[in-house]
């Protein structure tokens, strides 16, 4: 069975999860040009 990850996007962060793991992050979009910058993720076994 796959795993679906997920990504919301607002107010400039976007957050989601892929199974047991979380992650978030700030993001800035410049026309075409999506930037995600390193944020905070849990790594569960």
Known sequence: AGVEATATFADGSVSGSSGCNNYGAAYTLDGESLSIMPG?????A
């Not at 905070?40 to 569960?44: D, K, V």
């Open 40 to 44: 905070p993720m849990t790594m569960m």
